[in-house]
């Protein structure tokens, strides 16, 4: 059986789907919560991900790479 990949660290690639994946349970904590109107963020969040899948860019991951996390495609592997 192959092993699983080991992490390499975090780059804009890993840290989109986490964030991602947080917005979206709190925005399910929000709605129980509070109101059905919180499933907009969720919305939100899906339309960002389908437009990062297609384009390869989002705001946040903009925003990742201004603040000065890598893209894993400028890593050199050792």
Known sequence: MKS???HQGWTVERVVP???GVI????IALVLAF??????LTGFVGA???????VGWCPASLIMEKVGLERASCRVRA
């Open 24 to 27: 979206v349970l709190l925005s």
């Open 35 to 40: 109101s059905p109107w919180w499933l907009f």
């Open 48 to 54: 960002n991900l389908v437009f990062y899948a297609a």
């Open 18 to 20: 986490l964030m991602a």
């Open 4 to 6: 699983l990949p080991r």
